[in-house]
Nanobody, 122 residues
Framework: QVELAEPGGGLVQSGGSLRLSCVASGRPLKYYFMGWFRQAPEKEREFVAGVSWSGANTYYSDSVKGRFTISRDNAADTGYLQMSSLKPEDTAVYYC???????????????WGQGTQVTVYS
């Protein structure tokens, strides 16, 4: 099985950019469809972005489309979430997750990182 860790995160001003990484260990990341999810205070965890095994197909929630870019480097066993034009409402704990299914539904993801805090201030 794969284990995931998300170094990065932090504090950024509104309108700024931040890149999150998701580092995989154990089974290579190339065997998994990868997603990013987030949970804001007092809200349910929600889907943010997903990327297929090869990286050829990407998926985004409406709230981040055009501002966030998901990508992966299977040779480095690392996934990324490039976040631009950040807004205070993007403040949340961000999680990377992996599944062997072609799915954007979080209940289909058995493998999760510990999460990293992103705080956007105005």
């Amino acid at each position: 099985q794969v284990e995931l860790a998300e170094p990065g995160g932090g504090l950024v001003q509104s309108g700024g950019s931040l890149r999150l990484s998701c580092v995989a260990s154990g089974r290579p990341l190339k065997y998994y469809f990868m997603g990013w999810f987030r949970q804001a205070p007092e809200k349910e965890r929600e889907f943010v972005a997903g990327v297929s095994w090869s990286g050829a197909n990407t998926y985004y929630s409406d709230s981040v489309k055009g501002r966030f870019t998901i990508s992966r480097d299977n040779a480095a066993d690392t996934g990324y979430l490039q976040m631009s034009s950040l807004k205070p409402e993007d403040t949340a704990v961000y999680y990377c997750a992996a599944t062997t299914m072609n799915s954007l539904t979080q209940s289909d993801y058995p493998y999760w990182g510990q999460g990293t805090q992103v705080t956007v201030y105005s």
